[in-house]
């Protein structure tokens, strides 16, 4: 068991509490309060003067999946063989070694939602995992598949139009892809259907069609990266069209169409916004955009995209958006239950909560300014980061 004790904890719902303790067990948050008993052969640490918040979680990374300083041999994020691969499963690329886990549990980040990149139209299923924890990167998952990874704009025009000189070369080809696929997938879904009545109906099993169907049928969240407005609007009448959860990554024009998306209740995941505009479609990149979906009613994550920007950057790019319009609950909860929600791991992390996992993350001031560091972190009750001292 461990207590934290006295600090000013922030609980990832919007409640600030001062000289308040925390008591841990068996990997779970079990009390929290002022003044707790402290129980036989508990750890006691002072956090006197410490911010105490739930884990950050970083809400689209390709962490483990493009490793540091590992080049070629440890970018394994992009199947670019064919523009349609939804069954493909990022946790059988992750290497739980890549050293930005590391990096992350030092930031105070506890869990990330990692998964495939944007070359193909359908990417693959990523996965919500924590930041450390056992070899065994199955041990460390919260959510598996936690969303189905799609992507419009310049990425998969890329690629095939312009690497491959093959389909789909522009838009039109991006979207007819997803559409084509979601048609197979609802077909297949009926003749299922059909099959259960009469077994001599039943659809041949096919993986990816299973991929599909599940998000059809709401049991997988549709994440789609997508930078510009007019391809975050595509996706939506796609989405219309078959009746699929979505969220959109990166957003970097939802301050264009703010309204739109706040009307159609879709979820956005902001960043890198520390990123160069290196193409066309981040030519109009700010970190206003978060603050501006925020009082527009969009639930709002922010993301590093690492290894784009390191993982460890999230708390200052976090800072970086509150500077710009972002709220300061916002801002916490844009990298704790927001984050959590739009992972679909809520009922897990992203908040200080009796019976949550005990992902919590101690600062010696303000999380998100230059200034602080994160001086202890715990991951299921487990001390991985500690510079208290």
Known sequence: MILLK????????GKRREKCDVLVDHGKIKEIGAGLTTPPKCQVIDCSGMIVTPGFIDAHCHVGMWEESNEWAGSDGNEMTNPSTPHLRAIDAINPDDIAFKDACKAGITAVFTGPGSANVIGGQSVVIKTAGSSVVD????????????????????VYGVGKNQYPSTRMGNAAVMREAFY?????????????????????????????????EG??????????????????????????KLRIEHCTDGHKIAPYLAKNKIDAIIGPSMSARVKEELKDITFSTA??????????????????????????????ARKNGLSEEGALKSVTLHAAEICDCADRIGSLEPGKDADIAVFDGDPFEMKSVCRLTLIDGKIVHNILS
Request: proline share 6%; with cysteine.
């Open 184 to 216: 197979k997938a609802k077909n297949y879904l009926e003749k299922k259907k059909r099959g259960k009545k009469d077994p001599d109906k039943a659809p041949e099993f096919d993986l990816q069609n299973e991929v599909l169907a599940s998000v059809l």
């Open 6 to 13: 006295n600090g000013t904890v922030l609980d990832g719902r």
């Open 219 to 244: 049991k997988l969240t549709a994440r789609c990266h997508a930078h510009r407005f007019d391809d975050i609007i595509t996706i939506i009448r796609i989405q219309k069209e078959f009746g699929f």
């Open 291 to 320: 603050g501006i979906l925020e009082k527009a009613g969009v639930k709002v994550a922010i993301m590093t995209d690492a290894p784009v920007i390191p993982i460890d950057y999230l708390p200052l790019m976090v800072g970086l």
């Open 139 to 158: 041990e460390r998952v919260v959510k598996d598949p936690a969303g189905l990874k799609m992507a419009l704009g310049e990425n998969p025009k890329r």
